[in-house]
């Protein structure tokens, strides 16, 4: 999928789980947080297109460990894009402290961080 169409897709994900998850984004959103809950803890949303060959969930070490240090979570989001749009198929809120998955491995230079990557069947 070309990046301005995962951009917009990763976009409708965090409007769909800032909805269903009570979260604020506006003002929020860094390399590591794109939301916080109502107690003001940070929220990493994370989604992934199930319509991909290999769907799965990235997450990279550096901004995993401040979110975790900030006692934050994910919001996983599994989606099918419809027309212009998503449908959310399944989201579901996990502590940073339980991070599906187990190694780290490098990035390919890509963000300067190691990388986990998280098959949807680990989350849900």
């Known amino acids: 999928m070309p990046s301005h169409k995962a951009?917009?897709?990763g976009t409708l994900a965090e409007r769909a789980a800032a909805e269903e998850y009570r979260?604020?984004?506006?003002?929020e959103h860094t390399s590591?947080?794109?939301a916080v809950d109502r107690q003001g803890r940070p929220v990493e949303i994370k989604s992934t297109d199930l319509s991909r060959d290999y769907p799965r969930f990235?997450?990279?070490e550096e901004y995993h460990d401040k979110l975790a240090a900030a006692s934050g979570s994910y919001v996983f989001v599994a989606f099918r894009r419809r027309g212009e749009g998503i449908?959310?198929?399944?989201?579901k809120r996990v502590p940073a402290s339980r991070l599906p998955g187990?190694?780290?491995y490098g990035a390919g230079g890509h963000r300067d961080s190691r990388?986990?990557?998280?098959?949807?069947?680990a989350v849900f």
Not at 87 to 91: A, E, I, P
């Open 115 to 121: 990388q986990r990557k998280i098959a949807v069947s």
């Open 7 to 9: 951009n917009r897709t």
């Open 102 to 104: 187990s190694t780290w």
């Open 87 to 91: 449908q959310v198929v399944n989201s």
């Open 58 to 60: 990235r997450v990279f």
């Open 23 to 27: 979260l604020r984004r506006e003002g």
């Open 32 to 34: 590591w947080c794109d």
